[in-house]
């Protein structure tokens, strides 16, 4: 009906699709089709996804700064070592779509759903040539708020972060008055000057509004999670045969 996202008219084709495998890969061809077997053949009793890293990333500074970003944020979901692999070149059974079947979100991480149905992920080195046609449309921005959205939508880390720094800095507050009343009573006065005070209560107001914006983000995706809001709509389905295929 509408662009909705790549990972989320990935979803749709999964669900339609018909095969044992599936096949994802994006339509610039950076990725060789052709190279497409190097990946199912690695699909055996121990292997259920397999992606296609590429030797040389050929996007650009920028995307290849965002790409690792993106891949920070899959590690707590899916394993350090898995992370550093995942590409949008991907081969993987198509059973596992079972694991998230009843998933309805808007925000969507293909990498992350398959984690929801197996631990068994291989990958491969493929080609990866400079993009011949357009430019890309994951801007730097867009693939941070990808991360951002894959964080919250999927791993409570943010939450556990927000805990780490607001103990961290309930120890620093101790530790402040610690030292006031210590000074107090070694020098008979406390710590002079309005800076002092000012410079603690803006460290202690930051740590409360970055946790709130943590907060904030989270209860966002419950909101979208309680309006129903569908991560795809179809506008039109064609219907055909094996042979035609």
């Known amino acids: 009906m509408r662009n909705y996202g790549q990972h989320n008219a990935l979803l749709c084709g999964i669900r339609a699709a018909r095969m044992d495998i599936v096949v994802t890969l994006d339509d610039d061809l950076q990725n060789p089709p052709e190279e497409m077997h190097k990946l199912i053949e690695l699909l055996d009793d121990q292997t259920d996804v397999v992606y296609g890293t590429p030797v040389e990333e050929q996007h650009g500074f920028f995307r290849d700064v965002a790409s690792i970003v993106t891949k920070l944020a899959l590690q707590s979901m899916m394993g350090a070592q898995t992370a550093r692999s995942v590409s949008a070149y991907r081969a993987f059974r198509t059973c596992l779509r079972d694991a998230f079947s009843r998933f309805q979100s808007p925000f969507v991480s293909i990498d992350v759903l398959l984690t929801w149905g197996t631990s068994r992920f291989a990958s491969v080195r493929i080609q990866h040539v ?3 046609i357009s430019t890309s449309q994951y801007t730097l921005r867009k693939l941070v708020a990808h991360a951002v959205n894959m ?7 943010p939450l556990q972060i927000s805990s780490w720094i607001g103990f961290g800095f309930t120890l620093f507050g101790m530790g402040v008055l610690v030292y006031v009343i210590g000074r107090y009573f070694l020098l008979g006065y406390s710590v002079p000057g309005f800076p002092f005070l000012a410079s603690v209560i803006a460290i202690f107001s930051g740590a409360q509004l970055f946790a709130l914006g943590i ?8 909101h979208y999670r ?11 389905s064609l219907s055909a045969t094996s042979n035609e295929l």
Do not use: C, H, K, N
């Open 130 to 132: 400079p993009r011949q």
């Open 151 to 157: 964080m919250t939508g999927f791993s409570v880390l």
């Open 215 to 222: 907060i904030g983000e989270y209860l966002a995706r419950m």
């Open 226 to 236: 309680i309006m129903d809001r569908p991560g795809y709509a179809i506008r039109e």
